[in-house]
């Protein structure tokens, strides 16, 4: 797996990653802005019974106005903190590559002196495909990427037959929900 693999899944992922991002720091101060406003109670409460519009609304801008001035920190923290786990993961102790196995139960993830993860074909929701990668989406475990250049030519085709073959045969089975 090399970096720039990594970078495009990143980049495929980018709308729900940023979004997560970006809806961070309003969901702070929103949370800030309820500690307020039960931290000033009986005040806060009688000046929201009076004058109703003005408090939600002086409420709301301060959460925007806070929220927008921290975006660029918090998003580049964000991607910041992601792609160092990355490098701790890549990097680690006892890390010497991942094997790829396509069994009839599903994908095992064999990573050197490590983990092995089965990623079973009943819990593949979907597929996609890129120029780089194979994704597989489950509901309870994300995203998976197998990169491409870890098969060869031949190999790519048939994968990409296999997994089309296993998760079109998982959504048709009385158990699989959809």
């Known amino acids: 797996m090399t970096y720039r693999d990594e970078i495009v899944f990143e980049l495929w992922r980018a709308p729900r990653v940023l979004l997560f991002g970006f809806l961070a720091p309003f969901g702070a101060f929103f949370l800030w802005a309820v500690y307020l406003f039960v931290s000033c109670l009986p005040n806060s409460w009688t000046y929201a019974v009076a004058h ?16 927008v001035s921290w975006l660029p920190f918090t998003l580049s923290v964000y991607f910041f903190r992601r792609q160092a786990i990355w490098l701790w993961y890549r990097l680690s102790v006892g890390r010497t ?38 994704l597989l989406r489950s509901d309870y475990q994300g995203w998976w990427y197998l990169p491409w250049q870890a098969f060869d030519a031949a190999s790519q085709e048939q994968l ?7 998760v079109a ?6 158990t699989a929900s959809v």
Not at 160 to 166: G, P, R, T
């Open 169 to 174: 045969g998982a959504s048709k089975s009385p």
């Open 160 to 166: 990409w037959a296999y997994a089309q073959q296993h």
């Open 97 to 134: 590559g991942i094997t790829y196995e396509v069994t009839e139960s599903g994908i095992t993830n064999e990573y050197g002196k490590g983990p092995t993860i089965l990623m079973p074909w009943a819990n593949v929701k979907s597929l996609a495909r890129t120029n780089r990668l194979l």
């Open 52 to 67: 109703p519009g003005v408090a939600i609304q002086w409420y709301f801008a301060s959460i925007w106005h806070h929220a």
